[in-house]
């Protein structure tokens, strides 16, 4: 039979095996035990911290603190999620944690183990903005065809309607018609990914201002 020790021994090594940041504290909250994961989260190691208060490494958590208080006092384990922990060192994380009251021969302990989510978190966010953008792209491709589909229409009366004007001052309008559907087929191109490099060009504005004095006049 092992002694007591001995079994508090191999709890600590078994502990230590654990990949997920386990905390062991007095009924007082200080610091009894962390194992290695603990301390990459905490960003404290177990000597150091060895009988401090929880509170001199996690700052200003009440929520943190009335949980414990429940847990000590109710024995019933609790957890809770999306936890926001601020490190004595001004570092943030959001975690799950669950509490539960550990009864030892002459002394009560707590059991508090910690999940940090803010990395998964970040990354299902990332991924549904990700998945709602694509599916707005997949709409916009799907209506390109029904707007460059009458764009095209128009293009085209407005080159067959030129055609016909007996006056060649009036194809100043129809010019304009075409450069409008111009300019907005290459809009539609550009929101459904079609983008072609600028055509950068030098433009004499003097011919611009002409061009709208002739359509106004």
Known sequence: MISKTQFEAFNTRLLDQLTTAV???????????????????????????????????????????????AVLDSGNSLIVRQAKLVLANGSRMLVDYAISRLE????????????????????????????????????????????RNPLGGIRGAAQLLAEELPDSRLQDYTNVIIGETDRLVNLVDRLTGAYKKPNITRLNIHEVLERVHNLVA
């Open 104 to 147: 030892q021969p002459g002394s009560t302990l707590l059991l508090l183990e910690l999940q940090e989510i803010k990395r998964s978190w970040n990354i299902s966010r990332k991924e549904a903005l990700l998945s709602t953008h694509e599916t707005a792209v997949e709409m916009i491709r799907g209506l390109s065809h029904e707007i």
């Open 23 to 69: 905390v062991v504290l007095d009924r007082d909250f200080c610091l009894y035990h962390l194992n290695p994961a603990a301390e990459e989260l905490l960003e404290t190691s177990d000597r150091h911290s060895h009988k401090l208060p929880i509170n001199d490494i996690v700052r200003n958590n009440e929520e943190l603190t009335q949980s414990l208080n």
